[in-house]
Every structure is written in C-alpha cells, then in structure tokens.
C-alpha cells in the first residue's frame, strides 16, 4: 500500500471518530434501536409490568412502588381489580385512584412485593429514538409482548370525547410507531435504556399510537401514595360508570 493511501485511510478514519463523537454529544442519551443488550434489557424490566383484570375492562400496567400500578386511567373500571406479575402469580388491587385531568390512574395492591420500574422525562427524548412497549397486546393471551418502533411524534394532544362527552384526558400526548391494539391501555413504553418514559392509551390504527408522558405524574408519587394512606379518593360502589373520573 502506497504511503498515499495509507495515509488517506487514516484520515477517513479519523473522520469517522470526529463524527461519531459530535454525533454523541448532540444526543448523548440516545441508545441505538437493538443492540446485543437488547434482550437483557428486556429481561430486566420485565418483572415491573403487569396485566390488570377489572370489572369491565381488563389492561397492562407497570410497577411505580413496591405496592402501587400505574395505568391508564380507563382501565380502572368496577371495584374488582387483579393484577398478574410476569411469573404469573396473581394479586389483588385493593384500592383505585384515577387522576381528573389525564387518562392515568393507579391501583394499589395487597401485597407490597411489586419491583419498580425505573421513569425518565420525555423531555430528554427527541423524534425518531428508539423505544419499546411491554404489554398484553389483544388481551391476557398475548400477557407481556414486546414490541419496537420510535418516538413519531412530540407535543401531541386532542380534546376528543367518550360517548358521555367526557374529555379522555388527552390533551398531552406523545406519538408512537410501535405495535400495540386493545390491553396494551396502561402498557409502560420503554426507551432503551429500560427508562419508562410514557403510558400507552390509545392508537389511531395502523400505526399512530398514543402515550401520556409520565411527565404528569412521576413528581407526585409521594402525594400519590399519601391519597392511598387516607383512604379518601376509593370508587365507590354507588357512583355511576362515570366514577373513575375521580382524582387528585
């Protein structure tokens, strides 16, 4: 090899480093789509999300404390609520609080043995990075599928209604790819870093799917949990279809 040559290989490859290097710290907390970590990360977060069985309505979920499941807020639905771990053991929900404004709402259960998942604003994410949701896409018969795809979408919102002309609480969104139907509602969504970053409720098939930044609640977990310890914001029997509306 000519000393040309050798000495023009070295230059591409030094500009290939430069690039990657600016490239990193325009976006430093960017992963790649899959990597041969993929499936570990996976494997690790896994053990925080769950399907929820309801009166009406059944769902996915994802640890927030050792004894409390965030989901959609729809999902929360009757008096009845059973949540299955990703080993399969089955617990029961023994209290329900949804939040006014957004589709979320939490479910505490009876026994405090959950594994937290870890959250990350969607404020640090950025149109096209990688993601993946976990959740029991068409029902507990697909419990805890995963699927990939990217953030397609930021700042998204709509003010449309239930037959009832109730607001779903849509009005703060972010816009997803990945694949998902009815009982992904209340599923985490993953960057790749294993940071859940939304909650999974609603899509426009084929591929517009919608998720509420965990944004909204995550700076109210410890105002979350004292609600629960008052005892004050149960679903009361009595109420009407409409009583999952009510919150903090």
Request: glycine share 10%; with cysteine.
């Amino acid at each position: 090899m000519s000393t040309f040559k050798a000495c023009l290989i070295l230059i591409l490859i030094g500009f290939l480093f430069i690039s990657c290097g600016i490239l990193i710290h325009i976006h430093p907390n960017i992963q790649p789509a899959v990597t041969t970590g993929f499936p570990d990360t996976i494997q690790r977060v896994l053990p925080s999300v769950v399907h929820i069985m309801c009166d009406r309505w059944q769902g996915s979920g994802v640890a927030i404390s050792e004894d409390i499941v965030v989901t959609a807020r729809h999902v929360v639905d009757g008096l009845n609520y059973t949540i299955t771990l990703n080993d399969g053991t089955t617990i029961k929900g023994v209290q329900a609080i949804t939040h006014k404004d957004y589709d979320v709402g939490f479910i505490k259960v009876a026994d405090p043995n959950l594994i937290p998942a870890k959250f990350g604003s969607v404020k640090d994410c950025v149109l096209g990075q990688p993601l993946f949701a976990i959740g029991s896409t068409g029902g507990k018969i697909n419990f805890n599928s995963v699927s990939l795809g990217i953030v397609s979408g930021l700042n998204r919102g709509n003010n449309w209604k239930n037959r009832a002309g109730e607001d779903y609480g849509w009005a703060i969104l972010f816009q997803i790819d990945a694949e998902g139907m009815g009982g992904n509602s209340g599923c985490p969504v993953f960057t790749m870093d294993g940071m859940v970053r939304g909650i999974w409720v609603g899509s426009l098939p084929p591929a517009v799917h919608y998720s509420i930044p965990v944004d909204v609640f995550i700076k109210d977990i410890d105002k979350i949990k004292m609600l629960f310890v008052q005892n004050k914001y149960q679903i009361e029997e009595k109420q009407s279809d409409a009583s999952h509306d009510q919150g903090f």
